[in-house]
């Protein structure tokens, strides 16, 4: 088995900048920085034997050869952005909602975000949604920037932005060579 990938280190916090393979194919995923919280690492390479460390957003991004990268969406420290074109962007946030909503997590579509993707079990909106008073953690995908600062500011709420975006300090970029 190839060694497992290294997390760097920034300061005290470590990061991700890494090719891995995702259903649309090739990626180059981005990780910089966490929210606080709980002590429990916010991503890590796991071989597929390994049970991932404890988390409220749990999802797999992708892989590098027998290494899974798993993340807590919900430490992201912002947004989580999807960047390419809206046609692979869409399959890999429908993707990525199927995992999330097979794990318990609830997941709002907003407006036309994922097409002619579906997922079911996903609750549709034609806006963004409020900040709400629940317990539970949630994710928000749109393909719209503007109002997503104030969702973000709900400390449940990830929001996954999609389409050509810009990066944020968590994204997967979907544009990469093969």
């Known amino acids: 088995m190839p060694p497992r990938p290294a997390l760097p280190v920034d300061g005290d916090v470590p990061y991700v900048r890494a090719d891995v393979h ?3 194919g090739p990626t180059l995923v981005r990780l910089a920085g966490v929210t606080t919280g709980p002590t429990t690492p916010a991503y890590a390479w796991l071989a597929d034997d390994e049970s991932a460390p404890a988390a409220a957003v749990p999802l797999v991004l992708g ?3 027998p290494w899974r990268l798993q993340v807590d969406l919900g430490r992201a420290p ?4 999807l960047v390419g074109t809206m046609a692979e962007c869409r399959r890999l946030a429908a993707a ?4 999330l909503h097979a794990d318990g997590i609830e997941v ?3 407006g036309d975000a994922l097409g002619a993707e579906s997922v079911a079990g996903s609750r549709s909106l034609a806006r963004l949604p409020e900040p709400d008073d629940g317990d539970e953690p949630y ?3 749109t393909a ?8 973000a500011a709900d400390s449940r709420c990830v929001p996954m932005v999609i389409g050509p975006v810009a990066n944020s300090r968590w994204s997967v970029q979907l ?3 093969s």
């Open 22 to 24: 995702t259903e649309v």
């Open 63 to 65: 892989r590098k050869g």
């Open 78 to 81: 912002d947004v989580f952005t």
């Open 96 to 99: 990525y909602a199927r995992q």
């Open 108 to 110: 709002t579509v907003v």
């Open 139 to 141: 994710v928000v995908i």
């Open 144 to 151: 719209a920037g503007a109002g997503i600062r104030e969702l």
């Open 175 to 177: 544009d990469v060579e």
